[in-house]
């Protein structure tokens, strides 16, 4: 589905990922689960593209339900996996998740259905990203496009969000979401739960350096689209 001119949303419930278009050439960002690859290649193709026309995979973080068949199509379109200086060692292992918030809630319907989609759409055989490429805040990625890089450390310490200036478009990762993904239930922008996060604390913090954004449309890791001032979503996430 696209969002804005050259951004294509894909919801693998309850993970979105997406592809960004430029001149013919595509950047996928974030992964869902390996299952998922079927869907992006019919995502591409009812684009008009092949696999070779991926040019960049880019993660907002290292964790396996942004990751899953990142590492299969840089393998096949001979492109490189962009990530954050900080989750560059966390890329090369695999199944990072916050297991204990996870497993603790699986009592819970939506999450242990969560966790079930998750098994089934091949969550324990996620390869490892071999060679990631890793960036800084405040780059401007070399990759079909050209997204921003506002770090945003907290649900871990490479988080970040891109930002593509043109489409007034943020793709804000697991740095603000639209979902609670203890319940399942929709909702305005907020945080993951506290202990989703590697540094909570730093996670609310971050969002400061969003602020200056103005009006967007952001494209969460989890939960629907949201349009609005980012100081609205910043206030409504500090205040839930
Ligand atoms: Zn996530």
Do not use: C
Request: aromatic share 8%.
């Amino acid at each position: 589905m696209q969002i804005a001119p050259g951004v294509h949303h894909f919801n693998t419930d309850p993970f979105n990922w997406y592809v960004l278009e430029e001149a013919g050439r595509l950047t996928l960002v974030d992964a869902g689960f390996p299952g998922h690859f079927g869907v992006f290649m019919q995502g591409i193709r009812s684009l008009g593209r092949e696999i070779e026309d991926v040019e960049a995979v880019i993660l907002s973080h290292a964790h396996a339900d942004h990751m899953g068949f990142a590492d299969r199509v840089a393998r096949a379109a001979k492109a490189p996996v962009f990530i954050h200086r900080n989750d560059e060692a966390a890329a090369q292992k695999v199944l990072q998740l916050p297991w204990s918030a996870l497993l603790s809630n699986a009592w819970r319907p939506y999450m242990a259905g969560m966790l079930t989609r998750a098994a089934v759409n091949g969550v324990f055989s996620t390869a490892r990203v071999s060679d990631p490429r890793p960036f800084e805040d405040g780059a401007v990625l070399d990759a079909p496009g050209r997204p921003h890089v506002i770090h945003t450390p907290g649900h871990t310490a490479g988080e970040v969000a891109f930002y593509l200036p043109d489409q007034r478009v943020l793709i804000s990762g697991d740095t603000l979401v639209t979902r609670d993904l203890y319940t399942g239930s929709m909702g305005s922008p907020q945080l993951t739960r506290r202990r989703l996060n590697d540094d909570y604390a730093e996670a609310r913090k971050s969002l400061d350096r969003l602020k200056d954004l103005g009006n967007v449309t952001m494209l969460p890791g989890h939960g629907h689209p949201w349009q609005g001032e980012i100081s609205e979503a910043i206030a409504l996430a500090l205040a839930g």
